[in-house]
DNA sequence: GGATAAAGTTAGCACAGGCTACATTGGCTG
DNA sequence: CAGCCAATGTAGCCTGTGCTAACTTTATCC
């Protein structure tokens, strides 16, 4: 087998972190257009719920989601997505699509692949995203 | 496209955050093994070089493998693995390996599928891999 | 044997992302 | 319209993971 841990190591591990940093961002942006689209607005509440946190840390969360420009809020109101935020939520439903299907493609079974999609999405690189894109398509057609 | 986020969304994120928790130490306990073996021993300051962190942070991880028994150390000694760190090592070494041999295998660069693997491998059930393993066998053969 | 360099330790700070407990607001309902 | 409940907000705490600065130890080399 080839070593897969070259010298570039060290700047792959920043990557994984800086990844690391947006991953929540991404997850909530997402979960926000998902719920929007399905109930008109999004709660605090509703975050809470999906991701199993309190509301006190959906709300912090949310203030760095504001901080970052993904979303705008007002006192006791629902949150809102800015169009940077609904740009982000766009690209993270189809990274997060892809990997599902193509988990399935490779044999994984649903659940798995749902709760592993769910891991994974966020560490894809837009090349393995391709390549995963065309094999399902090779796959499924 | 199916639906890939169903209700047990939640208990779906506290395993990602779970995962979280874990990965670092297995990354550290896998470069604690790899050092080892290439040089004999392993001192902080190799991790810390390898990760691109301050070797302070490094001497908390440390800490926190020791405090969970992946690991032991004295002071001004290097850091060896307990039995327990090398399960871990050897199992993140064999998983990390086959992760990067499937996305060479579905036509991922060297470079992409090394950085890649390094953030995906922590997120792979034992059921993903199988099908990875599969596959790899599959198609080098 | 003492200077120096390299490694390790300690103190103290920041931010992310968890939490509980308590205060406030706002909308529904009697 | 009063009061209650659900949602939101605020205060304050914890752990993990990053940092710098300053100090100690170890090892090495005249």
Known sequence: MKNSTPQTA????RKTRAD??????EDYVEAIAEITD?????RAVDLADRFGV??????????????????STEPYAPVRLTSKGKRVAQKSKIRHETVYQFLLAVGV????ASADAEGIEHHVSPETLAAMQAFVTKTTS
Request: glycine share 6%; charged share 25%; hydrophobic share 30%.
């Open 38 to 42: 399905a109930k008109g607005e999004c």
């Open 109 to 112: 079974s649903e659940p798995v």
């Open 20 to 25: 690391h940093a947006s991953e929540l961002a």
């Open 10 to 13: 060290k700047s792959q591990h």
């Open 54 to 71: 309190s509301h006190v840390t959906v709300n912090r969360t949310i203030s760095r989601l504001v901080r970052d420009g993904y979303a």
